[in-house]
T-cell receptor
Framework: KAGVTQTPRYLIKTRGQQVTLSCSPI?????VSWYQQTPGQGLQFLFE???????NKGNFPGRFSGRQFSNSRSEMNVSTLELGDSALYLC??????????FGPGTRLTVT | GIQVEQSPPDLILQEGANSTLRCNFS?????LQWFHQNPWGQLINLFY???GTKQNGRLSATTVATERYSLLYISSSQTTDSGVYFC????????????FGGGTRVLVKP
C-alpha cells in the first residue's frame, strides 16, 4: 500500500498571502488529521476530518481551515499568512480509532 | 490539564549502550504511539501500544495504562538511532486527536 503523501513538500510565501496544502491518505483510511510543528510549540493538533466532516478542532485561529473530499483526500488552507505560521505541517491518516500514519510533511516558510 | 510528558529531554549515548525513554500521561488513553522523527521531519511509526508490551528488533515498548506511563527501550544503540522520539496519545473521547509529548532528543556517538 502506498503511504500518506503530501504536496507540496516545500513552500515559500510572503506575509499576507494564502496557501493550500494537500494530503492523500492511505487507501481505505477515512480519517485525516493535520498537525503543525514549530520549534517553540512542538507538535500541535490543527483539525481532524472523517468522512468529509470536521470531527475535531485544535486551538488555532480561523485563518486555518480545512476540508475533506469524498475520496478522503484533504486540504488545509491558511489565509493572511503571518511569520509565525512558518512551520512543518504534517498530515496523518488512520482507520478510525486506530494506529495513525504520517506523511512526509510540507515545510512552509513565510517571509 | 491534559498533558503528556517525556523524559529525559536529551540523551547522549555511546554506540552499543542501552537506554530507556519514559512517557507519562495525565488521563486514561485510547491510543498510544511511539514515533521516531527522521532528519527530514517525517514521523516514523515505532509502536502502537495502548497497553502491554511489544518488541521489534532492538526496540521494545511497555505501556502500563493503569499507572499512566509508557517506556521505550533501545538496546545496543546504533548511530542510526539518533533523532527525536515522540510519544503521542489519544485521550478519552478525543476521536483521533493525538496529543504529543515534548520529545526526547537522542544522540548516539560512534
Amino acid at each position: 500500500k502506498a503511504g500518506v503523501t503530501q504536496t507540496p513538500r516545500y513552500l515559500i510565501k510572503t506575509r499576507g498571502q494564502q496557501v493550500t496544502l494537500s494530503c492523500s491518505p492511505i487507501s481505505g483510511h477515512r480519517s485525516v488529521s493535520w498537525y503543525q510543528q514549530t520549534p517553540g510549540q512542538g507538535l500541535q493538533f490543527l483539525f481532524e476530518y472523517f468522512s468529509e466532516t470536521q470531527r475535531n478542532k485544535g486551538n488555532f485561529p480561523g485563518r486555518f481551515s480545512g476540508r475533506q473530499f469524498s475520496n478522503s483526500r484533504s486540504e488545509m488552507n491558511v489565509s493572511t499568512l503571518e511569520l509565525g505560521d512558518s512551520a512543518l505541517y504534517l498530515c496523518a491518516s488512520s482507520q478510525d480509532h486506530y494506529e495513525q500514519y504520517f506523511g512526509p510533511g510540507t515545510r512552509l516558510t513565510v517571509t | 490539564g491534559i498533558q503528556v510528558e517525556q523524559s529525559p529531554p536529551d540523551l547522549i549515548l555511546q554506540e552499543g549502550a542501552n537506554s530507556t525513554l519514559r512517557c507519562n500521561f495525565s488521563d486514561s488513553v485510547n491510543n498510544l504511539q511511539w514515533f521516531h522523527q527522521n532528519p527530514w521531519g517525517q514521523l516514523i511509526n515505532l509502536f502502537y501500544i495502548p497497553s502491554g508490551t511489544k518488541q521489534n528488533g532492538r526496540l521494545s515498548a511497555t505501556t502500563v495504562a493503569t499507572e499512566r506511563y509508557s517506556l521505550l527501550y533501545i538496546s545496543s544503540s546504533q548511530t542510526t538511532d539518533s533523532g527525536v522520539y515522540f510519544c503521542a496519545v489519544v485521550f478519552g473521547a478525543a476521536g483521533n486527536k493525538l496529543t504529543f509529548g515534548g520529545g526526547t532528543r537522542v544522540l548516539v556517538k560512534p
